[in-house]
């Protein structure tokens, strides 16, 4: 009996025996939420809510906010969704701005404070899109 044989053999009993796994490990599951809106009903009843949620009680593996547009200049001024943006950062929730859009709002440094990642989010995003993060817009 040749190596290849024995190996072969090996494997096979390992997999019945429920050992190994016969299928290869799934990639993880990942969530892109775009929060764009400057409506604050918005951000704390849909695009917060599920964010938070979709993290805490592991619907996806790795989730990721990302501010852009007007919602950077509302997070920046209000306490409650900041207060929220905390708690979703406490459960692992990757928090990211638009860089672009928070100069012209003038809110970079204050997006900063809140421990938001704030870069250039077009080459990231795009990324996202293209490979097996599911995205959805608020």
């Known amino acids: ?59 996806f593996d790795e989730v990721c906010l990302v501010v852009w547009g007007p919602s950077a200049k509302l997070l920046a001024e209000d306490p409650a969704l900041q207060a929220e943006l905390k708690a979703m950062q406490q459960v692992g929730v990757v928090t990211e701005a638009c860089v672009a859009c928070a100069r012209r709002y003038g809110v970079v440094d204050d997006l900063k404070k809140l421990d938001l990642d704030v870069k250039g989010m077009g080459q990231p995003l795009s990324d996202r899109l293209k490979a097996d993060w599911k995205v959805i817009t608020f």
């Open 1 to 59: 009996m040749g190596t290849k044989t024995v190996y072969l053999a090996l494997v096979g009993l390992l997999v019945s025996c429920g050992v190994v796994s016969a299928k290869p490990p799934e990639a993880p599951s990942r969530l892109c939420v775009v929060w764009t809106s400057a409506d604050p009903d918005v951000a704390k009843n849909v695009c917060f809510m599920y964010a938070l949620n979709a993290k805490k009680a592991g619907w």
